[in-house]
């Protein structure tokens, strides 16, 4: 059925309808998307006929998806539909193949099949209009305490019912698709008057426009919607159900405010968090003539450390993180410059660590002054407190004197970020710093041990021993968790070489104090499994222990849990999202490093700052604008700052591996020199240890994984992450034509594939 090529907006919707309705199982698809193929796979494994179409790879593909869009609120792929019924993407599919649902669409009961056919032919008659469907809704939403919108051949409907009922919890439910047929006389008298005008369809479809959920069973206890199955057990054990089904006291005297007062909250929008996301979220907001809060309080390390508005990026991350990052590839250009000519340099390798440190702090000192102003000309309130919730609209706010106040906001979002861990070990708070201290640390650290193998680990090490401190670094198990490991061990290769100590299997036990001072002198107490499998008892004496063993989500003492908000224990305490918004309480958000976002790639660390700020922009725009776009987590780039930088987009290929299969990818690669290093004597050991590799999708030629590490590899990334959101295969990257020389030409002309064996080391240029 090929699609005409002036198609108007009436044949697209004539053609997406087809489609549908010609095709028991239709799926519009895109070539290169993972979640396709996914799907495609699992039909195909479960012998089930399919047909697709691949939207990129047609004329009419962005119209069809914007019809697909208006059609189903859905605007990714696949994007599936079984026997005429909208069925969602990958994880919705998946979910009713495994639940039996796809199977009875496809094959339906007796009854049901007799049912479908007594709504057909109720068609024409019933007509019934979309308002009285949505008050419908809402009068069986007001007038139950729980309610259930169910279906009586679904399986998740029945266990939530059961479980519902073994907890002696009371509610009321009715089966969408016997519409009619269920109610008890007493409903039936309530709701008589509108009823005759809806079906079990076009309430579903009610639904789906209330809380964009398309599934069954659809919950809402105490007229907040809960969600389906799994949603609903979650909160039974939680306790969730129970607290809105019997409020704490406190609870109940804030819902009379608010219902008091509904109208009169003192802010459209309180951000919570005045780092990158909030600050990016707030002027946002304020762009819409919004009244908006920002709430900016940093609790001091345990050795007292502070700074100022604008949150970790700029105070102690990227910025101060990138810039001493700079001070050390300096250090390297210094010895480099023998071999260029230049002479009497040698004094410049005697690094001040103050001189450093007050140059930076100079500059992070204008930018939080930068920010303060930005606020107040653009009409955000800023308050320089701490925040925690007192009810779901109500925030106290504590400042650095202690006073207190409240504020209440209509909506909220946590841009709260996270803070470094301590191991939890004798003498870790007391004695050891974080990369919170260290960035503004008064003292230089001396001698170094690094606890951690995190990016940050290997960063702030990278930096210390390019600056002419003695480093070393104690790791757990692996470097850079949740990297392509083959990049991993290529940067610990090189920092090896250039001279800086890894000690695996190293974990700390204890840390002592030998002697104060600024800095001391400290043992570090540990416990090593030798290659023999025996336990070593150990110790290292240095100056300065830095822990970096990974961040927690600064969500533990906002009194989350007083108005129903869960978080992820086990992923740092993070906030559960879906697009930014909580999954438990509709008008609060959450974006940057505290939220767990269920449309994030999983595994991927992608608590960056560029990524905050897009997310709590694009959330503003949602918020009080008509906007739709939704914050894209695929192919986000990301550089490690080590020595030699890493950079990356898409997956590593341990995914690549694990998602497509050793035969449908194959890897392009190549070492290569950097000419600038080329005549570098004391780089010799080094030179040929710059490396990129592209991942590619064998059935689409699509690029799925980049990596380099070279030097500059942050601005070789930046440039091709353009290329990677818009699609670009091996043979885009083929016909690009390099600039010579650079080291980012190396990713135009790559030809040896893994697979083949050859050697990757390049020869000539
Ligand atoms: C050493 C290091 C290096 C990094 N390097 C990079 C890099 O090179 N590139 C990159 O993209 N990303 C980098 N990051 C990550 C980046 O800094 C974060 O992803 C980003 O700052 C997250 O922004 P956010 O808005 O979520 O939180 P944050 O920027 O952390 O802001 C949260 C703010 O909320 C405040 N706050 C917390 N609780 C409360 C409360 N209850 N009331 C009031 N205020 C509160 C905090 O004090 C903080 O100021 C680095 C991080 C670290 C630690």
């Known amino acids: 059925m090929p699609p005409t090529k002036d198609a108007d907006e009436k044949s697209i919707a004539n053609l997406v309808e087809k489609y549908i309705d010609e095709n028991d199982v239709m799926i519009f698809s895109k070539s290169w998307c993972p979640y396709c193929k996914k799907i495609k796979d699992a039909l195909k494994s479960a012998k089930i006929e399919f047909h697709s179409i691949e939207l990129d790879k047609m004329d009419e593909g962005d119209q069809i998806q914007k019809e697909l869009f208006k059609k189903t609120k859905q605007e990714t792929v696949p994007n599936i539909f079984i026997k005429q019924q909208h069925i969602g993407g990958c ?18 009961p007796e009854s049901e099949r007799k049912h479908k056919k007594v709504d057909n032919d109720d068609l024409d008659s019933k007509d019934a209009d979309e308002k009285a469907n949505a008050n419908l809704v809402e009068k069986y939403i007001v007038e139950n305490d729980v309610m259930i919108f169910s279906k009586s051949w679904c399986p998740y409907c029945t266990k939530v019912k059961d479980a519902l009922r073994s907890a002696k919890i009371e509610f009321y439910s009715i089966e969408l698709d016997k519409m009619g047929r269920d109610l008890s006389l007493f409903k039936l008298l309530i709701y008589i008057f509108i009823y005759y005008l809806a079906e079990g369809d076009q309430i579903q479809n009610a639904l789906i ?24 057990l979650e909160a039974l054990k939680s306790g969730r159900v129970a607290t809105l089904l019997n409020p704490p006291e406190s609870e109940k005297k804030h819902k009379k405010v608010e219902n008091d007062d509904l109208d009169s909250y003192d802010y459209d929008l309180i951000v919570i968090g005045g780092g990158s996301g909030g600050l990016a979220c707030s002027k946002e907001a304020r762009s819409f003539e919004k009244k908006v809060c920002v709430l900016d309080f940093v609790k001091p390390t345990p050795i007292g450390t502070t700074w100022g508005l604008g949150g970790t990026c700029v105070n102690v991350g990227c910025i101060p993180k990138k810039l001493m990052h700079q001070a050390s590839l300096i250090g390297e250009y210094v010895h480099d410059s023998v071999d260029y000519g230049w002479s009497q340099l040698d004094q410049a390798r005697q690094h ?35 925040g925690e919730f007192l009810s779901p609209h109500r925030l106290k706010l504590t400042d650095k004197k202690g006073k207190t106040k409240e504020i209440t906001g209509e909506k909220i979002v946590v841009a709260v970020g996270g803070r470094p861990k301590y191991p939890d070990i004798e003498g870790d708070q007391q004695y050891g710093i974080t990369s919170d201290d260290l960035f503004s640390l008064k003292y230089d650290p001396g001698k170094t041990i ?12 990278g930096f210390l021993h390019g600056i002419g401190r003695e480093v070393q670094i104690f790791v757990r198990s692996i470097l850079l968790r949740g990297f392509d490991q083959q990049m991993a061990s290529k940067i610990g290769d090189y920092m090896s070489t250039i001279g800086m100590k890894f000690h695996y299997q190293r974990i700390p036990t204890r840390l002592e104090c030998l002697e104060e001072g600024k800095p001391g002198k400290l043992r570090l107490h540990y416990r090593q499994t030798l290659e023999s499998g025996e336990i070593e008892e150990s110790y290292e004496d240095c100056n300065t222990v830095l822990f970096a063993i990974g961040r927690e989500a600064c969500t533990n003492e ?61 959330l503003a725009k949602r918020m009080f604008s008509n906007s739709t776009i939704k914050m894209d ?16 987009i898409g997956y590593s290929e341990e995914d690549a591996l694990s998602k497509f299969g050793e035969d449908n990818i194959e890897i392009f690669h190549s070492e290569f020199v950097p000419l600038e290093w080329s005549i570098c004597h004391h780089r010799d050991q080094v030179k040929t240890m710059s490396y990129c590799k592209l991942i590619v999708d064998k059935n689409t030629d699509r690029v799925i ?40 030409e190396n990713l135009t002309t790559l030809s040896v594939t893994k697979s083949s064996g050859d050697s990757a080391a390049q020869e000539g240029c």
């Open 558 to 618: 906002l009194n989350l849990d007083k108005i129903g908000i869960e978080v992820n224990k086990a992923n740092g305490f993070k906030i559960k999202t879906k697009e930014e918004q909580s999954i438990d309480i509709p008008w609060l958000y959450a974006i940057g490093d505290c939220i767990d976002e269920q449309t994030m790639p999983p595994g991927q660390p992608l608590e960056l700052t560029p990524v905050a700020i897009q997310a709590g922009q694009l």
């Open 705 to 744: 994984g980049f990596h380099v590490l070279s030097p500059n590899a942050g601005e070789i990334t930046q440039g091709y992450a353009l290329g990677m959101r818009l699609g670009a295969t091996k043979n885009d990257f083929d016909m690009t034509i390099g600039i010579h020389p650079t080291c980012a």
């Open 209 to 232: 426009n209330k809380t964009e959920q398309d599934t069954v069973p659809n919950i809402f206890i105490k007229q907040q919607h809960i969600g389906g199955c799994d949603k609903t």
């Open 91 to 108: 994880d919705k599919t998946l979910e009713a193949l495994k639940s039996g649902c796809v199977a009875t669409l496809l094959n339906p």
């Open 352 to 386: 001040s660590w103050s001189k450093m440190i007050e140059s930076i702090q100079q500059y992070i000192r204008s930018l939080n002054f930068k920010y303060r102003v930005d606020l107040r000309s653009k009409g955000v309130t800023y308050e320089n407190s701490y």
């Open 633 to 648: 987590y695929y192919n986000v780039p990301t550089t490690v700052f080590t020595p030699i930088e890493y950079g990356a």
């Open 450 to 461: 690094v606890v951690g193998a995190s990016y940050v680990a290997l960063e702030c090490a």
